[in-house]
């Protein structure tokens, strides 16, 4: 929507307009992100606006703007760097191409076996160490927030790691989501979230992978007969502000926010499992798409199509890093 050029001159203005963003009144945060409003993070972003309010006595106004509004998703982490967008969500997925590989080890198929196990991971040590990485990017990492476990869908019946052969998928811009598809003879395609439905719609791809109310809100079920509720992989978010921005705040002001994040974190992370669950019993509804839940046996064998992922991708994110969650987690391949 937004060229590079557009968003360089939007922040050079802004830049001369106001080199100190507190000198305005309200402070005004502007926080973009790409999915419906009626998701967990759309709810969690209208929590933290509400409660910001709120908690500043109106001295800060955060100015939502959802699906992709504003922008899509490589465009907003430049807007972000560049100051024309204060506040973003990005998937942990969508790190990567910042220069901070590690973001990558939350896509590992099958690391996650439920939320509580996640949660010893992005409330521990190496949650803040990721969040520090940031920094030298320009950009402050505030707080960790659930989306949830993803499902397989495209326009075939998806029970054994061969029925996966040959299908083009979408998936977000993460090497290791890339091997992952490949590992099931997937054709990966990297393609902003924005642009999903219409690429299922027109078959330039056959299917995808998204945790269920990313998929109901876009109604992609309505252009995928088949839905494979695997539970292969998590998908959250870094909420992450310009740090210069953040930094200059007042210091009474930003101890507010702090506040109102925590608060909105909580939502986000006691939600998240609720909405998703409704959103696939109003796919269910529809009756349009069949859901289907793979036995005990097609689970490890897609566990074992799928976990080798890990130890290739070792170089990428680094071996350290991946062992420091198989230990939080009690995770040992080698016992699958
Ligand atoms: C996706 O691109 O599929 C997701 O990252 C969208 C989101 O923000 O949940």
């Known amino acids: 929507m937004f060229s590079t050029r557009r968003i360089l001159l939007a922040a050079a203005v802004a830049a001369t307009l106001a080199p100190v ?53 490589k465009e ?45 991971v992005t409330q521990g ?21 659930d989306n949830g476990f993803k499902s397989f869908s495209s326009n075939r019946p998806m029970h054994k790691p061969e029925d996966f052969k040959g299908l083009k998928m979408r998936i977000q811009s993460s090497k290791v989501l890339d091997a ?27 299917g995808t992978e998204n945790p269920h109310s990313n998929l109901y809100t876009q109604k992609m079920h309505e252009v995928q007969k088949h839905i494979t509720v695997s539970d ?45 669950d409704e959103a696939l019993a109003k796919v269910k509804a529809t009756g349009k798409t069949e859901i289907y839940t793979p036995t005990a046996a097609e689970r490890l064998a897609l566990k074992k199509a799928l976990v080798p992922v890990h130890k290739q991708m070792e170089s990428r ?6 062992q420091q969650i198989y230990k939080e987690t009690d995770f040992d391949p080698a016992k699958l």
């Open 232 to 276: 292969h992989g998590y998908l959250g978010y870094a909420v992450v502000v310009n740090k210069k921005f953040w930094d200059g705040l007042p210091a009474d002001v930003r101890g507010q926010l702090d506040a109102a994040m925590a608060e909105a974190t909580k939502v986000a992370n006691d939600s998240a499992r609720a909405l998703n």
């Open 76 to 120: 907003e982490m430049e807007a972000l760097q560049l100051g024309s967008v204060q506040m973003l969500a990005p998937s942990l997925s969508k790190f990567a191409p910042l220069g901070v590989k590690e973001f990558e080890v939350f896509d590992l198929p099958y690391i996650f076996d439920n939320y509580p196990e996640l949660h010893k």
């Open 317 to 322: 994110i680094g071996a350290e890093t991946i």
């Open 180 to 206: 992952q598809m490949r590992a099931l003879g997937v054709v990966p395609q990297v393609m902003a979230f924005s642009e999903v439905y219409q690429a299922l719609q027109t078959g330039v791809v056959d």
């Open 21 to 73: 963003a507190y000198a305005q009144s309200p402070i005004v945060i502007k926080f973009s992100h790409v999915v419906a409003a009626d998701t967990p993070k759309g709810k969690a972003a209208e929590f933290f606006a509400k409660r910001a309010g709120e908690l500043t006595k109106g001295k800060v106004k955060v100015e939502v703007f959802p699906n992709s509004q504003l922008y899509k998703d």
């Open 125 to 145: 040590a190496l949650g803040k160490s990721l969040l520090a990485k940031l920094e030298p990017k320009g950009i402050t990492g505030l707080a960790y927030w």
